[in-house]
């Protein structure tokens, strides 16, 4: 079996966790599921393969049973710091990228404590469309809103992030489209009618948004600035219909685009050879293999791990957990990650396909170096 445990992981998208750590099986459960009607951590959570494997590996390091209240006892005696400091340890993690526009960043540790505490490097990225409202929130005009959202893109670099993020796929869909300024401006009458009375904004209006997410690609062309897609599977109000990384045509034959990096999140699960197969074909698309959420076991990672290993070069693969709320997500993902890559690679050296180093190799270039590059670390 390849040995993967000493290459430390670069986590391409995950989330910040929360500061309040102490919680009851309902409340752990809840956070072990996309879905949001209670029924699921009451009734089907536990009845999830994927999730009495998750209290298998939290029983082996909480050194107690296999039961849930025990395992949850025993994580309840600990600290929110020490349970980050030892997950985060043992997960041998060199960089953590992190989306902080969810959950809510009064909740959540900052990325820097994160590092702090797990002994890493940490960086961000910008979530486009949390930005669009809070600007859409506090502007009466259209042209003012262009303008700073331009600038707070054009400086993201300087402030820190390394990528953008889009949750397009969840709103109005991947098709993005091109359209007139008037067009947009309408759009924007409605969303800014919403914002006034309402006194808050879920942006939904896609010539808006996509006008605005055109602004933001011109603008990350010009700096190599990668841009994360959600794709496929997500929030439980997801139309997956409209998250099918094929829909995304029009924006990936943009040749002026190609020195965006375009990442397609969540392995476009469940349209992984869709998603795969656009990192093979164009030149800028890279795909990210998530193991802890979406939330599947492992023959599902290990038929996601196959098929885009089998279509997409290594250096077009990165590594992630999506881990959120709690840090056991961020420590799973790389343990099985690495598991799961190396289990891959060993069928690919007895399929004759490759030889021990190329697999190390291919390892190292999903678990750590396509990352770098791609987000210049
Ligand atoms: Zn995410």
Redesign the pocket.
């Known amino acids: 079996m390849l040995d993967l445990t000493s290459i430390p992981v670069v986590d391409n ?1 995950c ?1 910040p966790v929360l500061l309040q750590q102490h919680m009851d099986a309902l409340h752990f459960r809840g956070y072990c599921t996309e879905a949001t009607d209670p029924v699921f951590a009451q009734m089907h959570v536990p009845n999830t393969v994927y999730y009495l494997w998750l209290l298998r590996q939290m029983a082996t390091f909480y050194g107690c049973s296999n039961n849930e209240s025990d395992i949850l006892a025993a994580r309840n005696q600990l600290s929110a710091d020490t349970l980050l400091e030892h997950l985060f340890h043992a997960a041998n993690i060199d960089t953590l990228v992190f ?1 902080p526009a969810y959950p809510l960043g009064s909740e959540c540790y900052t990325p820097e404590r994160m590092g702090q505490l797990g002994h890493c490097r940490t960086t961000k990225m910008l979530r486009l469309e949390t930005l669009m409202q809070e600007l859409i929130l506090e502007h009466d005009g259209f042209d003012d809103v262009i303008d700073l959202f331009a600038s707070r893109v054009r400086q993201a670099q300087a402030q820190g992030y390394c990528a953008l993020k889009s949750i397009v796929a969840y709103r109005t869909g991947l098709q993005i489209t091109e359209w007139s300024k008037d067009e947009a401006a309408a759009s924007f009458a409605e969303a800014r009618t919403e914002a006034r009375t309402k006194r808050q904004l879920r942006i939904a209006h896609k010539p808006l948004i996509d006008y605005l997410l055109h602004i933001a690609f011109k603008l990350a062309a010009e700096q190599q600035l990668a841009v994360q897609f ?1 794709t496929g599977y997500g929030d439980s109000d997801t139309d997956m219909r409209l998250g099918n990384p094929l829909q995304l045509r029009e924006m990936l034959e943009r040749k002026d685009y190609y020195t965006m990096p375009v990442v397609l ?1 969540h392995e476009s699960y469940p349209y992984c050879q869709l998603g795969a197969y656009l990192a093979a074909i164009y030149p800028h698309v890279y795909f990210d293999l998530s193991y802890m959420i979406p939330f599947v076991d492992r023959q599902e990672m290990l038929a996601f791990t196959r098929q885009s290993l089998g279509i997409a070069p290594a250096s077009k693969l990165m590594y992630s957990s ?1 881990g ?1 709320h709690i840090p056991e997500m961020h420590w799973v993902g790389a343990l099985r990650g690495r598991s799961v890559i190396g289990q891959v690679l060993d069928e690919m050296i007895d399929a004759n396909e490759i030889d021990e180093d190329q697999a190390y190799d291919i390892a190292q270039q999903i678990l750590h170096d396509t990352a770098y590059s791609v987000y210049k670390l």
Request: negative net charge; hydrophobic residues 30%; glycine residues 0%.
């Open positions: 998208h989330h989306d959600h999140l999506d959120i």
